[in-house]
């Protein structure tokens, strides 16, 4: 079922589709009209969250890739593209996670953690790349976050911080390498968010530190990060690009 929402007839490639904040854009962007290919790592989940808006009628399937494995990704996005007739939208929304002090952080830890969270988003942008260059009006979403604008000690996150200021840099620069051909790049920054992944990492102790550092005194959904991401996509942001933007309940406001 293809609508006429906001992204009525788009082709978008989504990773991380098993829950949580993927999942959610998953649902909006079908909701919207495009037509989706999701991914995550965890065997049959993608499949699984796809299958049930399947059966609603919308346009989506899912498949189990490993992206820490860079042929896996490259096949997963040149199969996809070839099932969509071209990609209109990459949404590099998957990641890992690796935290320590940075006392205690292993070399392998610091390597784990940039190539779970900085190598696979150019595991899927780089030969997703031609693709969106021949769309020649495209939008790359980049998941980074508010660890990326701001050190947070308690976490342990020197390797999750540079991993993700790895990717607002990295957006920049292909915002500023795809305007040409029409393709815009912007990344998302979000604060903290309830999900599946930050229950496993954060104790009470740590979520409620969190939420002292918030203005809005909750914490994200996948739902808030969703509706940015679906904006993003959209031509409603046609004239946006190379942006990083921070949607983290006021963590980061006057920061700067």
Not at 66 to 95: C, K, T
Not at 133 to 153: D, P
């Amino acid at each position: 079922m293809v609508g006429s929402g906001r992204l009525a007839g788009k082709r978008v490639l989504i990773t991380g589709t098993a829950g949580g904040q993927g999942a959610a854009a998953q649902a909006a962007f079908v909701r919207e009209g495009a037509r989706v290919i999701g991914c995550d790592v965890q065997a049959g989940a993608a499949e699984r969250t796809a299958a049930a808006l399947a059966e609603q009628g919308f346009d989506v399937a899912g498949d189990t890739v490993d992206l820490a494995d860079a042929a896996a990704a490259a096949r997963w996005v040149d199969e996809s593209a070839e099932r969509l007739g071209g990609i209109d939208v990459l949404y590099n929304n998957a990641a890992g996670a690796g935290f320590a002090p940075f006392a205690d952080m292993s070399l392998d830890l610091w390597k784990h953690v940039l190539h779970v969270e900085l190598d696979i988003v150019f595991h899927t942008t780089r030969p997703a790349w031609r693709h969106l260059l021949a769309t020649g009006n495209a939008s790359v979403i980049n998941t980074a976050s508010m660890s990326g604008e701001r050190g947070i000690a308690p976490l342990g996150q020197a390797a999750h911080s540079a991993a993700k200021g790895g990717v607002i840099a990295m957006t920049r620069t292909l915002a500023a390498e795809g305007a040409a051909h029409g393709v815009r790049v912007n990344a998302i920054s979000p604060g903290f968010v309830k999900s599946p992944a930050t229950d496993k990492f954060v104790g009470d102790e740590l979520r409620a530190f969190q939420m002292g550092m918030h203005l809005i005194r909750r914490p994200g959904t996948g739902e808030d990060i969703a509706h940015l991401a679906v904006y993003l996509a959209s031509d409603e942001s046609a004239w946006v690009t190379g942006q990083n933007i921070c949607i983290d309940g006021g963590v980061t406001a006057g920061f700067r």
